[in-house]
């Protein structure tokens, strides 16, 4: 593609992070575990409002790409329903795109006809600025899973 091509399009740089959900109470041994295979931790935090999870953040490699672990912390996350709806494990919950500019990808693809879980961009975690797309991302092609396009706060631009 040219460049003047892709300035036309969302602005999607890489893939930010893939995010997998752990059971209640099992989030230290997923920790462990991703650490004895080499991942770098970079991050954690708590996420209350609408998610209401805990989350852990490691770096694959040496590359931009990210590991997300999310702990559901009660019943009204919807990460509990995620795990319920995969048979009580834990798993692949979304995969997440990088934007440079959220409020431009926001408005290309609302404009695109895609259905966008979020209202608005909003904060995110790790001082950044997220909305989701919906599994059924439009009136013809369903993903079957949750797109979160994320873009970097102003420590990680």
């Keep these: 593609m040219m460049t003047a091509e ?3 399009v969302p602005g999607f740089i890489c893939f930010d992070h ?3 959900a752990v059971k209640p109470g099992e989030l230290d041994d ?3 575990a991703y650490k004895a295979m080499g991942f770098t931790e970079l991050h954690r935090e708590e996420i209350l409002g609408k ?3 805990r989350e852990v ?4 490699g040496d590359g931009p790409n990210l590991l997300q672990l999310i702990e559901p912390l009660n019943e ?6 995620q795990i319920e709806k995969m048979g009580g494990r ?11 500019d959220i409020q431009k990808a926001f408005d290309h693809l609302k404009a695109s006809g895609f259905k966008l879980v979020d209202a608005a ?9 997220v909305f989701f797309i919906h599994p059924k991302a439009t009136e013809k092609a369903a993903f079957g899973f949750l797109i979160e396009v994320v873009q970097e706060g102003a420590a990680h631009a």
């Design 30 to 32: 997923h920790v462990a």
């Design 121 to 129: 961009p909003r904060p995110g975690s790790r001082g950044t600025m």
């Design 90 to 100: 834990g798993g692949f919950v979304h995969m997440a795109l990088r934007v440079k």
């Design 76 to 81: 009204t996350s919807p990460v509990t329903k």
């Design 18 to 20: 893939i995010a997998v």
């Design 51 to 53: 998610d209401q999870v």
């Design 57 to 60: 953040i490691f770096r694959v």
């Design 6 to 8: 892709l300035e036309q």
